[in-house]
């Protein structure tokens, strides 16, 4: 039996437990957080044998083989430090740290105490990822990624909604170093990391607050981010985060020299673009068919999914946990690797860096700097 | 015991009167006119009122209590029209803060708390926003040993309206949900822990604390149609309440009852149920909306079909393991959904309400407010 310990019984929290609940030879030994009532209503609703108000309390006496840490990100690094020196394997929520100097002191010293560890970049998992990640694998592109597009976005146009969130002067995202969008993009940019094969690729980033958070008085969460990535004449990426435009996308377009793939999470759909073009009026005419065929081919899918009870809203959590705990129990390889993990938070750091620069000089950043 | 302008006991069959009250005598009141009366949630859409209804009391040093992004309009047209020698402080701060609760707390002798996490679907959130807060303004409250009166604003949301004593009747006498997160409905899960607190504070340190249950709340321009009337769905309404009553309250008469809570004598530990005179049927009141707001299209569901929907999506949501979520339970169909009938006698009987606006009228005036909202918008 595998014990599970969640600290941090938060909103995240709930998708966490009622994911480990389902997951056979599981048992979640334990729940802390420092307001003891958020962890008795985790326990009131998931089977969790007790409460903890503290982290210390939870290692000695529940004695987790995995922690889960779905508190506030400042506190990712010293509570997945106790742990890891403790010998539990961890599982930390994105953002994974706050800055890639502690992202490195801890897959440093999990590999020293030989304990495993992930991020949780479960958007990574859903369905339609893993069936992109097969076609990427599978050589569909034709060679290494030539360019990618990745879109993740976060709706806040209801101004009565941005109110809430952004008028506590105290929240906790505000402590961040990258505000609101550190909380968000890790999921947009890890999907540009996976694809890429140098460690240290260029940044240009360029961000500011939207007119609409302007009106409600805000001048220092950045909500529109644009940015591009390049490796040395190789790979480019453009990402793009936006609290406006609509449609709201999570989506994902990678090209090949030979073929491209767009994989539209909101949807769940997965487009096959076909490079090679048929002749004449044909290409007018053929492709849509072969178009309209890829988006019912979707839909079988899809419904299939859901009738076969296998297309939960988190069911990229869940594999994600699954994978996480068969690489703990059987030393499968882990479901994401720590260069992946490491290369999105050097390349966050690096675009909060930028848009630092850019707000103290009064403009917006648009010179090139190389990934530490 | 109070004295007011009205008789008292009467239930849902007495017809409206709508009786201007007499000015409340501050005699018959636990508190004095300039003792300290704080509203959590004043900036709200009930806060508002109570603080409005307290000014015509004759209430003199009132603290209102707001999120720091809360808009301030309503508060501030009252402010504006207080009467000479009235002082409104507002203060901004967190409830989830026990510094802000602290301060907000000092030398308080009524505590009206109405703010809560509201609208929420996630189970945390709305628990930290209704139980945490709450917990923190009780330990702030017992600090200070002026505390009279603790007003907890509850919600009907909150009975199992099963196995009830008198059949059909819903009254404070009535079973709360002792499972709510079975309910699949954050709100009921946080307000049902919220008052499970306040019952323990009462308990064990002795706070003097009152529960309001207002029923469906309406007025102003929020044009929402409560649940119990029927669901918005694909561009089409499914009209699930039928024949049945409808509990609603008017802004201003749940006011009347709120701010009647904290100030009558002898009530400590009791709960109340808000619901107006002269209740409309679903039916009817959808008809009305449609000739006086606007117009959509609707389809009835007969309340055996709307069970056994329920129970078909509690069914599969259980067997797959959530895929779709427990929002249509049988539970919430016997809260919202099953012919019931309401009563007003206890709050009549012990707190002397009666309601200031007439349901006819009432209807009216949010009617008239929502074409305007829709107007205007």
Same mark, same amino acid.
């Given at each position: 039996?595998?014990?599970?310990?969640?600290?941090?019984?938060?909103?995240?929290?709930?998708?966490?437990?009622?994911?480990?609940?389902?997951?056979?030879?599981?048992?979640?030994?334990?729940?802390?957080?420092?307001?003891?009532?958020?962890?008795?209503?985790?326990?009131?609703?998931?089977?969790?044998?007790?409460?903890?108000?503290?982290?210390?309390?939870?290692?000695?006496?529940?004695?987790?083989?995995?922690?889960?840490?779905?508190?506030?990100?400042?506190?990712?690094?010293?509570?997945?430090?106790?742990?890891?020196?403790?010998?539990?394997?961890?599982?930390?929520?994105?953002?994974?740290?706050?800055?890639?100097?502690?992202?490195?002191?801890?897959?440093?010293?999990?590999?020293?105490?030989?304990?495993?560890?992930?991020?949780?970049?479960?958007?990574?998992?859903?369905?339609?990822?893993?069936?992109?990640?097969?076609?990427?694998?599978?050589?569909?592109?034709?060679?290494?990624?030539?360019?990618?597009?990745?879109?993740?976005?976060?709706?806040?146009?209801?101004?009565?909604?941005?109110?809430?969130?952004?008028?506590?002067?105290?929240?906790?995202?505000?402590?961040?170093?990258?505000?609101?969008?550190?909380?968000?993009?890790?999921?947009?940019?890890?999907?540009?990391?996976?694809?890429?094969?140098?460690?240290?690729?260029?940044?240009?980033?360029?961000?500011?607050?939207?007119?609409? !958070?302007?009106?409600?008085?805000?001048?220092? /969460?950045? @909500?529109?981010?644009?940015?591009? =990535? &390049?490796?040395? %004449?190789?790979?480019?990426?453009?990402?793009?985060?936006?609290?406006?435009?609509?449609?709201?996308?999570?989506?994902?377009?990678?090209?090949?020299?030979?073929?491209?793939?767009?994989?539209?999470?909101?949807?769940?759909?997965?487009?096959?673009?076909?490079?090679?073009?048929?002749?004449?009026?044909?290409?007018?005419?053929?492709?849509?068919?072969?178009?309209?065929?890829?988006?019912?081919?979707?839909?079988?899918?899809?419904?299939?999914?859901?009738?076969?009870?296998?297309?939960?809203?988190?069911?990229?959590?869940?594999? !994600?946990?699954?994978?996480?705990?068969?690489? /703990?129990? @059987?030393?499968?390889?882990?479901? =994401? &690797?720590?260069? %992946?993990?490491?290369?999105?938070?050097?390349?966050?750091?690096?675009?909060?860096?930028?848009?630092?620069?850019?707000?103290?000089?009064?403009?917006?950043?648009?010179?090139?700097?190389?990934?530490? | 015991?109070?004295?007011?302008?009205?008789?008292?006991?009467?239930?849902?069959?007495?017809?409206?009167?709508?009786?201007?009250?007499?000015?409340?005598?501050?005699?018959?009141?636990?508190?004095?006119?300039?003792?300290?009366?704080?509203?959590?949630?004043?900036?709200?859409?009930?806060?508002?009122?109570?603080?409005?209804?307290?000014?015509?009391?004759?209430?003199?040093?009132?603290?209102?209590?707001?999120?720091?992004?809360?808009?301030?309009?309503?508060?501030?047209?009252?402010?504006?029209?207080?009467?000479?020698?009235?002082?409104?402080?507002?203060?901004?701060?967190?409830?989830?803060?026990?510094?802000?609760?602290?301060?907000?707390?000092?030398?308080?002798?009524?505590?009206?708390?109405?703010?809560?996490?509201?609208?929420?679907?996630?189970?945390?959130?709305?628990?930290?926003?209704?139980?945490?807060?709450?917990?923190?303004?009780?330990?702030?409250?017992?600090?200070?040993?002026?505390?009279?009166?603790?007003?907890?604003?509850?919600?009907?949301?909150?009975?199992?309206?099963?196995?009830?004593?008198?059949?059909?009747?819903?009254?404070?006498?009535?079973?709360?949900?002792?499972?709510?997160?079975?309910?699949?409905?954050?709100?009921?899960?946080?307000?049902?822990?919220?008052?499970?607190?306040?019952?323990?504070?009462?308990?064990?340190?002795?706070?003097?604390?009152?529960?309001?249950?207002?029923?469906?709340?309406?007025?102003?321009?929020?044009?929402?149609?409560?649940?119990?009337?029927?669901?918005?769905?694909?561009?089409?309404?499914?009209?699930?309440?039928?024949?049945?009553?409808?509990?609603?309250?008017?802004?201003?008469?749940?006011?009347?009852?709120?701010?009647?809570?904290?100030?009558?004598?002898?009530?400590?530990?009791?709960?109340?149920?808000?619901?107006?005179?002269?209740?409309?049927?679903?039916?009817?009141?959808?008809?009305?909306?449609?000739?006086?707001?606007?117009?959509?299209?609707?389809?009835?569901?007969?309340?055996?079909?709307?069970?056994?929907?329920?129970?078909?999506?509690?069914?599969?949501?259980?067997?797959?393991?959530?895929?779709?979520?427990?929002?249509?339970?049988?539970?919430?169909?016997?809260?919202?959904?099953?012919?019931?009938?309401?009563?007003?006698?206890?709050?009549?009987?012990?707190?002397?309400?009666?309601?200031?606006?007439?349901?006819?009228?009432?209807?009216?005036?949010?009617?008239?407010?929502?074409?305007?909202?829709?107007?205007?918008?």
């Amino acid at each position: 039996m595998l014990k599970v310990a969640i600290v941090g019984c938060g909103k995240i929290a709930d998708a966490h437990a009622s994911v480990i609940q389902q997951i056979p030879g599981c048992e979640i030994v334990g729940a802390c957080d420092r307001e003891p009532l958020m962890a008795t209503q985790l326990q009131e609703r998931f089977p969790v044998r007790k409460c903890f108000p503290e982290v210390a309390e939870l290692v000695s006496e529940a004695r987790p083989d995995v922690v889960h840490i779905t508190t506030p990100p400042a506190s990712h690094f010293e509570i997945a430090k106790f742990c890891l020196e403790h010998g539990c394997h961890v599982y930390v929520e994105k953002p994974f740290t706050v800055d890639a100097g502690q992202g490195q002191r801890l897959v440093d010293l999990a590999e020293e105490k030989g304990v495993k560890l992930t991020a949780g970049h479960n958007h990574q998992f859903s369905h339609v990822a893993r069936r992109m990640r097969a076609l990427v694998a599978s050589g569909y592109l034709g060679g290494t990624p030539v360019h990618m597009e990745s879109y993740y976005c976060y709706d806040l146009s209801n101004r009565s909604y941005a109110r809430a969130l952004l008028g506590d002067k105290r929240h906790w995202v505000r402590i961040l170093p990258g505000g609101l969008l550190q909380n968000i993009i890790s999921h947009g940019i890890a999907r540009i990391a996976e694809f890429l094969t140098t460690d240290a690729p260029q940044v240009i980033a360029y961000g500011f607050v939207s007119p609409l !958070l302007k009106s409600i008085g805000e001048t220092e /969460i950045v @909500d529109e981010l644009r940015v591009i =990535i &390049s490796e040395e %004449e190789r790979t480019t990426a453009y990402f793009t985060f936006s609290s406006q435009m609509r449609p709201s996308l999570h989506e994902f377009r990678i090209y090949g020299p030979k073929n491209g793939l767009i994989l539209d999470q909101n949807h769940e759909i997965l487009i096959q673009l076909r490079g090679a073009k048929f002749k004449s009026y044909a290409d007018h005419f053929i492709p849509p068919v072969l178009f309209a065929k890829q988006h019912f081919a979707n839909l079988v899918g899809n419904a299939k999914l859901f009738l076969t009870k296998d297309f939960h809203m988190d069911s990229g959590m869940k594999f !994600l946990i699954e994978s996480f705990y068969r690489s /703990i129990r @059987d030393g499968a390889p882990l479901p =994401i &690797s720590y260069r %992946e993990i490491l290369l999105t938070t050097r390349i966050m750091d690096t675009i909060f860096e930028q848009i630092r620069a850019g707000q103290s000089q009064g403009r917006v950043a648009y010179q090139a700097q190389r990934v530490p | 015991m109070m004295t007011r302008g009205v008789r008292a006991g009467s239930n849902e069959t007495t017809p409206a009167r709508g009786v201007a009250l007499e000015p409340a005598s501050h005699e018959s009141f636990i508190v004095a006119p300039d003792d300290r009366i704080l509203i959590t949630g004043a900036a709200g859409f009930i806060g508002s009122c109570v603080v409005e209804s307290l000014v015509d009391h004759g209430f003199r040093n009132l603290v209102c209590f707001v999120r720091p992004s809360s808009g301030l309009a309503g508060i501030e047209r009252i402010i504006n029209q207080r009467p000479p020698g009235v002082r409104i402080d507002v203060i901004k701060g967190n409830l989830l803060s026990r510094a802000d609760c602290e301060a907000a707390c000092t030398d308080v002798a009524v505590l009206y708390h109405l703010a809560a996490g509201t609208g929420e679907k996630s189970f945390p959130d709305a628990f930290m926003n209704s139980v945490v807060a709450t917990r923190n303004l009780l330990d702030a409250s017992l600090g200070h040993a002026r505390l009279r009166r603790f007003v907890l604003v509850s919600s009907f949301t909150v009975y199992t309206n099963r196995g009830k004593p008198r059949r059909r009747l819903l009254d404070e006498s009535c079973p709360v949900e002792e499972r709510p997160e079975l309910r699949g409905d954050a709100y009921c899960f946080a307000k049902v822990k919220q008052e499970q607190l306040v019952a323990e504070y009462g308990r064990n340190f002795g706070v003097p604390y009152v529960v309001v249950r207002p029923g469906s709340v309406y007025g102003g321009s929020k044009s929402q149609i409560t649940g119990r009337v029927g669901l918005g769905t694909f561009g089409l309404f499914l009209h699930l309440g039928g024949s049945n009553t409808i509990p609603f309250t008017y802004v201003d008469n749940c006011a009347e009852a709120i701010v009647l809570a904290g100030l009558v004598e002898g009530v400590e530990g009791e709960a109340f149920n808000v619901v107006d005179d002269d209740l409309p049927s679903s039916r009817h009141f959808l008809r009305q909306y449609k000739k006086n707001v606007r117009l959509f299209k609707s389809v009835y569901v007969p309340h055996a079909i709307s069970h056994a929907l329920c129970y078909l999506w509690e069914k599969y949501s259980k067997r797959s393991k959530g895929q779709l979520p427990s929002a249509f339970n049988r539970k919430r169909w016997h809260v919202e959904w099953k012919k019931t009938r309401y009563s007003n006698e206890k709050l009549k009987a012990k707190l002397g309400w009666a309601p200031k606006v007439p349901t006819a009228e009432a209807m009216g005036r949010y009617f008239q407010s929502c074409k305007q909202g829709k107007q205007h918008a």
